[in-house]
């Protein structure tokens, strides 16, 4: 849902000093099986 990660991103980005963003990974691979070259 949009709006819950948008509030759950406001609330890190708002309550944790150092923090200016928060991503979430939508790719459809777990991160063990994406390769970067």
């Not at 759950?8 to 777990?30: A, L, W």
């Amino acid at each position: 849902n949009k709006k819950f990660l948008q509030s759950i991103s406001n609330k890190i980005i708002n309550n944790i000093k150092g923090i200016n963003r928060v991503v979430y990974d939508v790719t459809s691979k777990p991160p063990s099986t994406i390769e970067l070259e």
